[in-house]
């Protein structure tokens, strides 16, 4: 089963999108929708995590929603642009991207444990780190997220230059492909620290990892559609995860095996949610800027 599921998951990355004609339809009958998602961590947790929810989609909708994974950040932009996945959840900074690029627009964010729509980024240590503050990472390594990535890149460089400390104050920083690379840099020694989503974060904590700072609030990643994306598609998404019912015994326990992010229910987004992560890749040289995206 395990080979056959790798087979398909193969198979997904390669396979050319056909729109939802009706030609390109399931064995259930259903129109094929791929479902794109940026790499948050390796591949094999990626599906564990989230193919769970296309068979959600899938259930409650008149669509069969195919996991649809990319290789980096930039790559699940372009499948949105060239319309491969006319649906994604991207982080902040790639929604924007395709905001700017496209015209995509957000419909959904995700709550977190305590039914919020935020998340925040995290500055990690070894456990045994001598490290006690901010102030203390001059002159230390440093491994950032993927440079499009918003809690591995885009507000740690930024939080670290309100405390006075840029990129030029650091022996070395480097950027990885994923939120899991940055951790295991850490947890192996390659690097004094590292900055990685709460969520993953707090997946790590057991194996000898230690908090150092936490960022202010960020809007939760969105849930993008194309500008062109079909009224109906939108319409059914929108209705199948508003009405996920966090406290429901049934739906919690099903949604033990979807990805942590997605486990407390969703609720409406719109592009003003994101206008403070807009400023703030705008801002020069606070923030990222041109010199990143």
């Known amino acids: 089963m395990r080979c056959c599921r790798w087979l398909l998951l193969a198979l997904l990355l390669v396979v050319p999108y056909h729109g939802l004609a009706?030609?390109?339809?399931?064995?259930?009958?259903?129109?094929?929708?791929?479902?794109?998602?940026?790499?948050?961590?390796n591949p094999m947790v990626m599906y564990r995590n989230y193919q769970?929810?296309?068979?959600?989609?899938?259930?409650?909708?008149?669509?069969?929603?195919?996991?649809?994974?990319?290789?980096?950040?930039?790559?699940?932009?372009?499948?949105m642009r060239t319309g491969v996945t006319p649906i994604a959840s991207l982080g902040d900074v790639t929604f924007i991207e395709a905001n700017r690029a496209f015209g995509a627009r957000p419909i959904l964010k995700p709550l977190n444990v305590h039914r919020k729509p935020y998340y925040?980024?995290?500055?990690?240590?070894?456990?045994?780190?001598?490290?006690?503050?901010v102030a203390e990472l001059h002159g230390k390594t440093f491994a950032f997220g993927d440079?499009?990535?918003?809690?591995?890149?885009?507000?740690?460089?930024?939080?670290?230059?309100?405390?006075?400390?840029?990129?030029?104050?650091?022996?070395?920083y480097e950027n990885l492909d994923s939120h899991d690379a940055v951790v295991k840099a850490v947890l192996k020694g390659k690097v004094d620290a590292g900055a990685?989503?709460?969520?993953?974060?707090?997946?790590?904590?057991?194996?000898?990892?230690?908090?150092?700072?936490?960022?202010?609030?960020?809007?939760a990643v969105p849930i993008v559609v194309r500008a062109d994306a079909p009224a109906r598609l939108v319409e059914e998404v929108t209705k199948a995860l508003l009405a996920i019912d966090a406290t429901d015994?049934?739906?919690?326990?099903?949604?033990?095996?979807?990805?942590?992010e997605f486990r407390y229910g969703f609720v409406p987004a719109s592009l003003e949610d994101y206008r403070d992560v807009i400023k703030i890749m705008e801002s020069i040289?606070?923030?990222?800027?041109?010199?990143c995206h």
Not at 120 to 133: A, F, K, Y
Not at 249 to 260: F, G, L, N, T
Request: aromatic letters at 10%.
């Open 22 to 41: 009706a030609d390109n339809l399931a064995m259930d009958g259903k129109p094929i929708v791929y479902f794109g998602v940026i790499p948050r961590y």
């Open 52 to 79: 769970p929810i296309m068979d959600y989609l899938t259930e409650n909708t008149s669509y069969h929603f195919e996991l649809k994974l990319a290789r980096n950040y930039t790559e699940a932009v372009n499948l």
């Open 120 to 133: 925040r980024s995290v500055i990690i240590l070894p456990e045994n780190s001598p490290v006690q503050n």
């Open 147 to 172: 440079v499009h990535s918003t809690s591995g890149n885009l507000i740690p460089r930024y939080y670290l230059f309100q405390h006075g400390i840029s990129l030029f104050d650091l022996a070395r």
């Open 196 to 219: 990685v989503k709460d969520v993953v974060a707090q997946r790590y904590l057991p194996h000898g990892l230690r908090f150092l700072e936490s960022s202010e609030p960020i809007p």
């Open 249 to 260: 015994p049934v739906m919690v326990a099903r949604m033990k095996s979807w990805d942590p």
């Open 285 to 291: 040289p606070e923030g990222c800027g041109v010199r």
